[in-house]
């Protein structure tokens, strides 16, 4: 029996059918036969898993979330800042996970901040009587 395999082989191309860029643009998981003016310009407009524009965060609301996760994965501190507030625990809890889902009231975060205005202005007062 003569063979029919003729000169090219079926398994597709040589090593050295690739120039060296298109093996680069394959080794970066880009087409290789695309022309350099593809770039990957197509790409980039599009919006790929995980990359959807998602509105920017704050660095106060991150904060405040983060605390809330630490909070609510500690019991023990869900139950002191539950006394520090003179609230129940499940009070407590519901406000934590609010400020989590990022629910939490402009009013409770203006109370907030007033308190801590307060608190400030009077240490300050009491470093002013103590002569410092």
């Given at each position: ?8 082989p ?6 050295a ?51 809330a ?8 501190l ?5 006394q520090?507030?003179?609230d129940?625990?499940?009070a ?35 470093g ?5």
């Amino acid at each position: 029996m003569a063979s029919s395999n003729s000169g090219t082989p079926h398994h597709g191309l040589r090593r050295a059918d690739f120039t060296p860029q298109q093996r680069d643009q394959q080794a970066r998981g880009k087409d290789p036969y695309s022309t350099s003016s593809d770039d990957g310009s197509e790409e980039q407009c599009q919006v790929r898993p995980g990359q959807a524009n998602v509105p920017a965060e704050s660095f106060e609301d991150r904060e405040r979330r983060g605390w809330a996760m630490a909070v609510l994965d500690n019991p023990e501190l869900l139950l002191m800042y539950a006394q520090s507030s003179n609230d129940s625990v499940p009070a407590q809890r519901y406000k934590v996970m609010r400020a989590l889902c990022g629910l939490e009231d402009e009013a409770a975060r203006a109370q907030q901040l007033a308190a801590g205005r307060r608190i400030l202005q009077s240490s300050r007062a009491a470093g002013d009587a103590t002569g410092r």
